[in-house]
């Protein structure tokens, strides 16, 4: 489909697992060269095949129903761009409106709400990040009283960040809440029901027993002008102690396993990466934690992986 002197290319990849519809813009007045592809569309209802397990996606027809969206489509008619494709695998056909064609700003992606050097802001910029999601962000500082506006207060009556806008207006907090919601179906959350509640367990771990520590740490002595004098010594060296009992936790899985729950990257990872790869900003020292330090070298690897300081 051609918006001007933008080609816009719709497709799904072999190995993608669920399989989703993907599209790429190539600007016709350059080289040609397709720029990294966003994602538009993937199973989200049992009718599109959520209900089966995730299986990387590959060439040929679909046998039987699979979890995977396929085979797209470009319909326009009257000015309204529509999107057909195979839903299930090739159990069905479905259409739906591509709603970026209408100039609706909410129809292009989701809105965060977010301190660019948070932690728990970096986890749904991440994962949307590396799921092609397309998003916005506004800034928001909880440190200057923006986060208990009359206004923020209506979309998250908790007044913090992250926030997340749908793009059909709903709003979701909690960090750890976006990450489960937006890898719903997709391989970031194991299918297997007792890799994936591993996944909640870490999940749970993390805003429990490690980001109250390590990410308060972070803070103090990194982000609060004068912290190191403002907590003490005493407070200091109590978050240090319970810091490291939750790094000893990690060290104990990392040290013989490549990712925290299962055998792939998942959300878990995720979480943790969050504030951990951060840990020194705190007064953290990672050299005793060689499995911990390995880790977080092999998630920064991964293809599609971005730093604290990316933004969209």
Known sequence: HCRGDTLLVYFTRIGD???????????????????????????????EGTDKSLR???????????????DPAI?????????????????????????????????TGYTLYSMQDSGNCY?????????????????TDSRDGSTRTPDFLKLNPNGKVPLLVFPDG?????????????????????ADAYERALAYQWLFFEQYSHEPY??????????????????????????HRRGHLALAVMEARL????????????VADIALYAYTHVAHQGGFDLAPY????????????RPGHVDIDWRP
């Open 123 to 139: 986890k749904p910029r991440l994962l949307m990040r590396l799921l092609g999601r397309p998003f916005r962000l506004v800034d």
């Open 214 to 239: 390590i990410a308060v740490a972070r803070s103090w002595l990194h982000i609060i002008d004068g912290g190191r004098e403002k907590i003490g010594a005493e407070r200091l060296a109590d978050l």
């Open 290 to 301: 060689p499995g911990i330090r390995t880790w977080l070298d092999r998630v920064a690897a």
């Open 17 to 47: 697992a669920p399989e989703r519809i993907l599209r790429s813009r190539i600007d016709l007045t350059g080289d040609w060269v397709a720029g990294t592809p966003e994602a538009v569309l993937r199973p989200e209802t049992r009718w």
């Open 75 to 107: 319909f326009e008619d009257r000015g309204r761009l529509y999107l057909l494709y195979s839903v299930a695998g090739e159990s069905g056909i479905a259409i739906a409106e591509l709603l970026e064609a209408t100039g609706d700003p909410m129809a």
């Open 170 to 190: 709903r709003t979701l907090s909690e960090s750890n809440a976006m990450l489960l919601h937006l890898s719903e179906g997709t391989e970031y959350l194991p």
């Open 255 to 266: 040290s013989s396993a490549d990712w925290l729950a299962g055998k792939s990257y998942s």
């Open 56 to 70: 990387k996606s590959r060439s040929g027809a679909a046998k039987t129903r699979e979890n995977a969206v396929r």
